[in-house]
């Protein structure tokens, strides 16, 4: 069993900064990346980013591109979401997720772990 547990969420004015963390630990067998999922009220929840535990490629929504970075520091079997100039349609409950492959998390889908999910809130 792997077990996710994520940090850093809260309240963030727009234009601000804020990271999120995913510190792993157990054990899975077989490919497990690492991505950042979040479910805004009423929505769906929809991934954001996704990092190729392989090479290290990333992915991420358009709603997001150029302004949050997914990294991961692998000594610390923890991921990482920089989440830079926020807009208050970034808020809700962000998850960390271990997808079983890459090109499944860039579909949404193929989840094989979730963390307990951390609030983001995005208001002046």
């Known amino acids: 069993q792997l077990q996710l547990v994520e940090s850093g969420g809260g309240l963030v004015q727009p234009g601000g900064s804020l990271r999120l963390s995913c510190a792993a630990s157990?054990?899975?067998?077989?490919?497990?990346?690492r991505a950042w999922f979040r479910q805004a009220p009423g929505k769906e929840r929809e991934v954001v980013s996704c990092?190729?535990?392989?090479?290290?490629?990333?992915y991420y929504a358009d709603s997001v591109k150029g302004r949050f970075t997914i990294s991961r520091d692998n000594a610390k079997n923890t991921v990482y979401l920089q989440m830079n100039s926020p807009k208050p349609e970034d808020t809700g409950i962000y998850y960390c997720?271990?997808?079983?492959?890459?090109?499944?998390?860039?579909?949404?889908?193929?989840?094989?772990?979730w963390g307990q999910g951390t609030q983001v809130t995005v208001s002046s």
């Open positions: 157990g054990f899975s067998l077989g490919y497990h990346g």
């Open positions: 990092i190729n535990s392989s090479d290290g490629s990333t």
């Open positions: 997720a271990a997808p079983s492959t890459f090109r499944l998390c860039m579909l949404s889908r193929g989840v094989d772990y």
